[in-house]
């Protein structure tokens, strides 16, 4: 059965695309339990031009296709000829699949014992065939990519970037653009909010960007961190309240050094004459300081909560993609931005 | 050899973290060249229990421990037991690797070619060690997590998250937020240079975040796409004409698009009372909408382009990540959008 083939089979059963059934092959070598190993490779040797592979190959019932055994190419060349198959095969909680599981299943387990195929059963335990270590290869590969791309703020595209038609991608692209950017229509809102406040500083709206794309940027770090985390399941649902004690001290050690190097810029481009930020200068550098250690600080706990939260919810958490995250910080680093400019400035610049 | 001997083996001869050398194993099983296929399935018996995997043999010169050719259990098995293995092993061409390639170039190759494990040779020929399949898989994995991390703007950690100390975390994150800072302060210095527009017109400040956002966000699906497909081999550097004029299509699209919203947002708000954009709200959504465009096309050409450049000069393209593309985007994207604004609103609202 060629990749053709095998496609049409996967096709004709109807499995769901990301299912171990449509990444298995039928091609797989087997034998009836009554033998002996020598046996067994005089019957190889006439099946095994056909097969995928032989490394493994399955004992089944011949009348019910049941399946018996494992039995590994290199168990049958080991074993002196006149040994029955059943003394040599693996008989015990084998690690097997059903068409319907999802192939990222078939993934983990793979790499989790290293083995070269895994077989698939259906309901009363027939062989109905058996995914091999390069199609899982593709899988994790495929996986990895799509993982990718959705960090990147987008649907994940299923082909290679050149073979993507112009309008698909416009759709995979455009819809998350435009949920982001529907998103992002609150910073004007928030900004609406606070025009009074820039009107009379308008030193306040120069270090918009500046202040909320850091919060933008250590939460696309923190999301990132937890989503592949979660993925390689070095992370679990239960671990959220660590995570928030890490990324809580983290966001106030990083939120705390860039706004030292923010309030230097302030003080740098004010004593050399570069901007004039006029006699309440101190106070403009206090309020960057302090907004980018809330900024960053919301960044990096919303960054790493928010998978948590869609995992919780039964939703993807990747997404909680780096552009999604930033938009949400956006809006609320602008709020925490004025208000802390109101705090501080209201009676002397404000 | 078990894993911890291999380890200390890779490390005794120092070969570099991402090296071959780094994951190969000594623990192959070989075979002199003047033997029959039966004779040595007799030879594998003796040695096998030992060997880390069997289903591919490598045949040595006995003196030089020069590769010869390349044996699978499967041809072993399937000849005929009086066949000289010189007859049966594969001589030509085989792919084989030096310790000191990448290990990368392992994976693509042993993906490529749906292999089990390659031969590391040196440079006489000799083989000095073999990389298998389980420990590629491990290889795609680790490196998918690097390339994941990286787009999430910071250094790659080696390890689980839990498992980062604190300080180490620290580091690896602080410094790509750093650079990033530093780049995005270049933002205060666009919008001091237009402090006069934003005086006259505060309402242009309002949707500075939106712009310059979707800049970002449209030069991240860009770079993230071009980037995994450079790592991929589905792109490569001569590509890069294809690309830019893909992506020219592609952010000409999605900002006209985006900037239809934008210019109805403007209209939509006004018109019901939301905030009074004053009698020229046309030319304000006009503004909106021609900056939309060209700040999301800016994205998705530099986006793409930053990789392929990054490439060509012997960088990682992989530094080209989300939130460093955003920044690069956020300052330009400034300058645009008042570029725009001048030319429109000057003699009306300027």
Chains 1, 2 share one sequence.
Do not use: C
Not at 285 to 304: K, N, R
């Amino acid at each position: 059965v060629d990749e053709a083939d095998r496609r049409d089979i996967a096709s004709l059963f109807r499995y769901a695309e990301n299912s171990v059934g449509a990444i298995m092959t039928t091609d797989y070598a087997w034998l009836p339990i009554n033998l002996t190993t020598g046996q067994a490779i005089e019957r190889l040797r006439a099946q095994a031009p056909d097969r995928e592979t032989i490394y493994y190959v399955y004992v089944l019932d011949e009348a019910t296709r049941r399946m018996l055994g494992i039995l590994s190419l290199r168990a049958l060349v080991m074993s002196e000829p006149g040994t029955p198959i059943r003394d040599v095969m693996l008989k015990r909680d084998p690690i097997t699949l059903r068409a319907s599981d999802d192939r990222e299943k078939a993934a983990t387990a793979l790499i989790k014992y290293d083995l070269l195929a895994l077989p698939v059963l259906d309901d009363d335990g027939r062989l109905v065939g058996i995914v091999t270590h390069d199609d899982i290869v593709d899988v994790i590969t495929q996986e990895a990519t799509e993982d990718i791309q959705r960090a990147g703020g987008m649907e994940a595209l299923d082909r290679p970037y050149l073979e993507v038609g112009f309008w698909e991608m416009m759709k995979k692209r455009g819809g998350w653009l435009s949920i982001l950017f529907l998103g992002e229509m609150l910073t004007a809102t928030a900004m609406t909010y606070f025009q009074g406040e820039i009107e009379k500083a308008v030193v306040l709206a120069m270090f918009v960007p500046l202040i909320i794309s850091s919060g933008g940027n250590s939460g696309s770090q923190a999301s990132t961190l937890v989503i592949r985390s979660l993925a390689l399941i070095e992370l679990r649902l239960r671990d959220w309240w660590r995570v928030l004690g890490r990324e809580l001290k983290s966001g106030l050690a990083l939120g705390t050094w860039l706004g030292l190097i923010g309030f230097l810029r302030v003080a740098i481009w004010h004593y050399t004459g570069l901007y004039d930020y006029g006699e309440h200068h101190f106070l403009v550098g206090l309020t960057v300081f302090l907004a980018l250690i809330g900024v960053v600080t919301l960044g990096s706990v919303s960054g790493s909560m928010l998978p948590f939260i869609l995992r919780r919810i039964g939703f993807d958490p990747a997404t909680s993609s780096a552009p999604f995250v930033a938009t949400l910080v956006d809006v609320s680093g602008l709020v925490i931005y004025f208000t802390v400019a109101v705090l501080i400035l209201t009676g002397r610049v404000l």
